[in-house]
Structure formats: structure tokens, C-alpha cells
């Protein structure tokens, strides 16, 4: 997943632009912004937007603080 993902680790802010570059441990999520396909979207486009969700809880449950 593409987008904007800002994390606080070790007291700096780290900025990523994949989702899978995230490590697996920081202190705080600072800003979750993905990509969102242009309309008309696809079934498959459909399928991705569905896991946004789960991917945020997901870097939520990876916080330290």
C-alpha cells in the first residue's frame, strides 16, 4: 500500500511512503494517509480500500507509547 505514513521513533519523525517499510516497532503513529485509487474503481481497487482499516489498526497495535 501506497500513501503518506508518518511515525515517531526514537524521538524523530520518520516519513515512509510503503506501508511494508513501516517497522514493526515505533513510538507513536503520526499521520496515516493512503493512497486512494482515482474513481472509477475496480473491484480489485474495492478489495484494497476494504483493508485501510485493518492496516491502521494494525500500526496502532505496533506503538510503544
Not at 482499516?53 to 507509547?65: C, G, M, P, S, V
Request: with cysteine; glycine share 4%.
Amino acid at each position: 500500500m501506497q500513501g503518506k505514513f508518518v511515525i515517531l521513533k526514537d524521538g524523530k519523525l520518520c516519513e515512509y511512503d510503503n506501508f511494508l517499510k513501516i517497522p514493526q516497532v515505533f513510538e507513536n503513529l503520526i499521520a496515516f494517509e493512503p493512497i486512494y485509487p482515482e474513481e472509477p474503481h475496480t473491484e480489485e481497487e474495492h478489495d484494497l480500500i476494504a483493508t485501510y482499516n485493518d492496516k491502521l489498526k494494525e500500526l496502532l497495535k505496533r506503538e510503544t507509547r
